[in-house]
């Protein structure tokens, strides 16, 4: 790592300071298809419905460029969740005590693969072309949270308030043992990922640009927890109604090992028209392997280096408001009025500051 902190200040120093530019990136971006955002993190109390997909992330990212070299500090959290129907089904009927479907064989499905990290991230600009400009980064990293598997079988309503695990298996890697509540050690990680920033001048009116984050990218996790094998019903507890709650426990084993976690891709790419001096339309699609994301609206230049604009997001029936000037950039998303009652919220904000 010194090294690399060497080879970045041999860079930047080839530039006079006056030329370098400070810059903050803050993102965070999550959608709870299941339940709005405010139920997902507590109790699925309600607004239950059958988009079971959920992604959420947040980047944080301060630094310095000149005209060709930047180097920035990162820190960065992701999380992506797959759940069948029955799945989520079940889990909402189950945390608000509701009646099952008495003999039904509920079919489950879990995916999860999440991760925390911090880190440094070096990029390079270059115009292969007049009309093209690219920015590829490199972003090496170490990480402290992790969970990465799956739990999948059935699980079968012997009545309208208790259930039993029907060869429910799980594999998984993790930094916290939610499932078993077991004791775990602090773990750590080291990884690398690669990203690419692509803007082309169509014609005059007329922009495309793409941003690909975690080409390539990976964390190496050392002596990490798995837990694998079959997940256990058979200590349960039952309340004042006689309904069910199941103390889940592993019949399997539970080890430490390396692992090496794959990071899933994220773009976003970007259609932009002018259709005036002062007016844009917008058309973007942004996401990841779990989930996109269709973007439609347009901005309008206000005065100055100042611009409004208004973006309705298609598959999610939420809008984006932002505004930007020469040397700030803020954008807000929500999907209802009330933020509690919100599936998918967002806040990107971006700044920089010349010396």
């Known amino acids: 790592m010194p090294r690399i902190y060497l080879l970045i200040i041999l860079l930047l120093s080839s530039t006079p300071i006056y030329a370098l530019e400070s810059y903050l990136d803050m993102e965070g971006f999550v959608y709870t298809g299941p339940v709005p955002y405010s139920e997902f993190v507590s109790d699925w109390s309600s607004g239950f419905q059958k988009n079971n997909n959920v992604i959420g992330y947040s980047w944080l990212e301060a630094g310095v460029h000149n005209q060709r ?42 995916r999860v693969d999440a991760y925390t990290t911090e880190g440094v991230r ?47 298996q799980v594999d998984y890697h993790y930094s916290e043992d939610r499932l078993f509540n077991g004791v775990v050690e602090s773990i750590t990680g080291e990884g690398i990922a690669l990203d690419l920033t692509a803007h082309w001048a169509i014609s005059r009116n007329n ?73 844009r339309l917008h058309a973007q699609l942004m996401g990841s392997e779990v989930q996109s994301f269709y973007r439609v609206g347009m901005s309008y230049r206000v005065f100055g280096k100042q611009s409004l604009t208004l973006l309705y997001t298609l598959n999610t029936q939420s809008f984006s408001f932002g505004y930007q000037n020469e040397w700030l950039s803020l954008q807000m998303q929500f999907d209802a009025t009330k933020p509690n009652e919100s599936h998918t919220l967002g806040l990107w904000l971006q700044a920089n500051y010349g010396f």
């Open 69 to 110: 070299w930047g180097l920035a500090i990162v820190q960065q959290q992701y999380m992506q969740m797959e759940l069948s129907d029955d799945a989520a089904e079940f889990y909402y009927l189950t945390q608000n005590r509701l009646p099952l479907d008495a003999g039904r064989q509920y079919q489950i499905d879990y």
């Open 122 to 168: 070096l990029f390079h600009r270059t115009n292969p072309f007049q009309n093209l400009s690219l920015q590829i980064g490199a972003h090496i990293m170490k990480g402290s949270e992790l969970q990465s598997g799956y739990t999948k079988g059935n699980i079968t309503a012997s009545s309208r308030s208790d259930y039993d695990f029907d060869n429910l």
């Open 207 to 279: 922009q495309l640009s793409l941003q690909v984050r975690n080409l390539g990218g990976y964390i190496k996790w050392k002596d990490n927890p798995r837990s694998s094998g079959t997940i256990e019903s058979s200590d349960k507890e039952y309340d004042d109604n006689g309904y069910t709650t199941v103390n889940s426990t592993l019949n399997g084993i539970t080890q430490t090992e390396n692992y090496r976690q794959q990071l899933p891709l994220l773009w976003q790419s970007e259609f932009e028209h002018h259709y005036s001096s002062r007016g």
